[in-house]
């Protein structure tokens, strides 16, 4: 890995380039989130949205806001750009927003690395990919002290997806043998620039395939059959099949809306959403 730091690509664009302003800005949504928040080990992963956070900072708040953070987050996002590896994992030691550098966690770029030689080092990808910086403030306000490592998806491919998938399952279990908590956060937008009512309907036939659990039947209804322009679909089908290989997880809704919320705009329309994946008791165990 390199001792390099990624500097931020859409500061002061897609969210506020000041420090003080970006604190506020993220911290009065992650106060809005319901209440109580899950503990660390209730939860195992989150799909949030990417778009500026006037948009969708709401729904990525909502998110963020509802569980504890562990101490070491794996961030998958899109790669819009097109730039770089197909599988890209950040090269750099850190990654830098106006409130401050998050470390990488490298214990868990050795543990991916290891575990799927598709993944490669590559910093290329993520020099310019607005997908998973703008999630980083949320991370940084909710948990100081947090380490992250960044991985982007770019080749439509599920066979590819699916390997990813479960070579990040591979490199949690082995971390977590070790008692180090993991969390997933996957970054994707929803269905893109149709009249809300349409864009809802796309949104709900998306939301649906991801809440059932099934990874093929999300790439397949989202990209082959529906042309639902749901961003981050090969993350998120990477995060389905990790989730098969980790302890039993049920998914939930947390919030959900689209950008004509920010200023009334409906006629084409955004879609985001926030989902958690709950752990399950075990067997012998109860939910009182």
Not at 193 to 207: I, M, Q, V
Request: hydrophobic letters at 45%; aromatic letters at 4%.
């Amino acid at each position: 890995m390199s001792e390099s730091v990624r500097h931020p690509a859409v500061a002061g664009l897609f969210y506020e380039g000041g420090a003080r302003a970006l604190r506020t800005e993220v911290e009065s949504f992650l106060s809005a989130a319901p209440r109580p928040r899950l503990a660390e080990t209730s939860w195992r992963a989150l799909l949030l949205p990417h778009a500026g956070h006037v948009y969708s900072g709401a729904i990525c708040g909502a998110g963020v806001g509802s569980v504890e953070l562990p101490g070491t987050v794996l961030l998958v996002g899109p790669n819009h750009q097109g730039e770089g590896a197909g599988v890209s994992l950040s090269d750099a030691g850190a990654w830098r927003t106006p409130l401050g550098d998050v470390p990488v966690a490298r214990a868990l770029v050795d543990e991916l690395l290891a575990a799927e030689p598709a993944i490669r080092l590559d910093g290329v990808a993520h020099r310019r990919e607005h997908s998973l910086e703008v999630i980083v403030p949320f991370l940084q306000a909710a948990r100081p002290g947090v380490s992250i490592a960044c991985l982007s998806i770019g080749e439509p491919d599920l066979g590819l997806c699916l390997a990813v998938g479960r070579a990040v399952a591979r490199a949690v279990t082995s971390l977590e043998a070790g008692g180090s908590r993991v969390a997933l956060v996957v970054s994707s937008d929803l269905n893109h620039y149709l009249p809300r009512e349409r864009n809802r309907e796309k949104d709900d036939r998306a939301l649906d395939a991801l809440l059932a659990g099934d990874p093929a039947e999300l790439f397949g209804r989202v990209l082959l059959r529906e042309r639902i322009s749901m961003c981050g679909v090969l993350p998120a089908t990477a995060l389905l099949e990790a989730l098969r290989g980790l302890p039993p997880v049920a998914a939930r809704l947390v919030a959900r809306g689209d950008s004509g919320d920010a200023f009334g705009d409906t006629s084409r329309v955004v879609g985001y959403a926030a989902v958690v994946w709950e752990t399950r008791p075990r067997t012998g165990e109860t939910e009182n």
